[in-house]
């Protein structure tokens, strides 16, 4: 499976983004999809994750309440809306899509916060 993200840009503090994670070569259905995040001179961060068959989602604890993420199958897309954006939710972010060993991942996008 491919993975394209999009969706990254500046915004200021308190603002929102949408990124959108789309998939081609397989369907996301039997897939747990999330994203990563990694700010520069960090590690990289799980931020949140959804499973591929009752909808359970995890989420990291500096993310909850303001970042939800979403899927739909019909257009083979999963989405991470972010809601009250902080400086340091300044990332390059990741999706994935796990199915039982295998990872895939797709490339970074930016997101800046900033004034």
């Known amino acids: 499976v491919q993975l394209q993200a999009s969706g990254g840009g500046l915004v200021q503090p308190g603002g929102s983004l949408r990124l959108s994670c789309a998939a081609s070569?397989?369907?996301?259905?039997?897939?747990?999809i999330g994203w990563f995040r990694q700010a520069p001179g960090k590690e990289r961060e799980g931020v949140l994750c959804?499973?591929?068959?009752?909808?359970?989602?995890n989420y990291a604890d500096s993310v909850k309440g303001r970042f939800t993420i979403s899927r739909d199958n019909a257009k083979n897309t999963v989405y991470l809306q972010m809601n009250s954006l902080k400086p340091e939710d300044t990332a390059v972010y990741y999706c994935?899509?796990?199915?039982?060993?295998?990872?895939?991942w797709g490339q970074g996008t930016q997101v800046t916060v900033s004034s």
């Open positions: 959804i499973s591929n068959n009752d909808g359970t989602t």
């Open positions: 070569g397989a369907p996301l259905d039997y897939y747990a």
């Open positions: 994935y899509a796990r199915k039982g060993l295998r990872t895939y």
